[in-house]
């Protein structure tokens, strides 16, 4: 139970209460304060016993401190190059939040956080990628009885603009000319099947670099993703859709047959291993023979994984189901799919139209001839 005290001490009001833990406490307000404030004091105090997130000022934990403790928690839980982002916004981004104790740090302090990064040229892109890392410590912050509310949550977010992508972010994808050019230059036999793999599965560039000869479903002329080796470390997929069966065409499995033939050994059973039959170096495989491919078929610069763009344009291209593509290329839902993809569907397509029409015109007599193998449902139109 918190009283206020009958008599001032020192001039000042005190609080005397007991906290949480049943230890009695005895907080000297300000000078200056009134009895008006002091009463309101009380209340705060009273609410954060109730709630058990009661810590006295001395003893409540900087930004910092909270920031690290949390970053050790996540680092068990994500892979190596996400914690190397965390970490990256804290050390260069929360100078001015670092001191601060986090039971102190309010909406305000979060917006004039964000006014001040925007401010000094932060990009927007890269703000929003910060508070990402803000909130979650403050979640943090609340799940461990820190803070009652997270004041990030609240805080007005810059908006995104309509502003162009740089060159080097921009979707390149390769024609099927470019394609079989580059293939052709390709030599080296791991590296054509790696490269044509990419192309026609989709597969991020760790997911293949990560596959095993136990993942090929030669039953079903599929590829079973169901892990991905990233910067010298295994990880599960993702998602649950990152998890995924890649249907194969017949000119993929077929080298991929003559390939597990030529494949040198390996302990891991890996499809691509290096000359230790270990997981291949992503560095090395782009600057030694990715890179010197695309230049030798005297194609543009571009990234690896822009080889998994080239796979979904040319599903998107010869008219495959929207659920079908997000379902191989691994996506959470088909939204996602729609907004990487949506410009590269087509702005005009007379042909649908076409069909459109011919549907409804050319039927015959007054009502609308029910298919129901198609899931149409007969409309009287003569009531």
Known sequence: MACLTNTKKKGRWCIDFYDQNGKRRLKVLPQGATKTEAKKWLREIEEQIEKRIYIPSKDAPSFKKVAGDWLEQKRHNVRASTCEGYEGHLRNHFFDIDPIKINHITTQTVEKFITEKLSVGTKRATLRKILITFNQVMNYSVRHRLIDYNPVREAERPKARNIEKPESDKIRVLSPIQINSLLSIV??????????????????????????????????????????????AWYDPKTKTSRRKIDLGPSVVSDLKKWRLECPPSELDL??????????????????????????????????????????????????????????????NPSVTLNTYAHLLKPINQEAACRLEKMVLDCNGDQMETKSKKGFTALNVNP
Request: charged share 20%; hydrophobic share 40%.
């Open 271 to 332: 499809i691509f291993p290096n000359e230790a039959g270990k997981p291949m170096c992503q560095a090395n495989m782009m600057h030694r023979h990715f890179q010197p491919a695309l230049k030798a078929a005297g194609i543009p610069k571009l990234r690896f994984h822009d080889l998994r763009h080239t796979y979904a344009s040319l599903l998107i291209e010869q008219g495959e189901n929207l659920k079908y593509i997000q379902t191989q290329l691994g996506h959470s």
């Open 187 to 232: 030599s080296d036999r791991k590296y054509f099947i790696l490269f044509k793999l990419a192309v026609f599965t989709g597969a991020r560039e760790g997911e293949l670099l990560g596959l095993k000869w136990t993942d090929v479903l030669w039953a079903t002329n599929q590829l079973y993703i169901k892990r991905t080796f990233n910067k010298g």
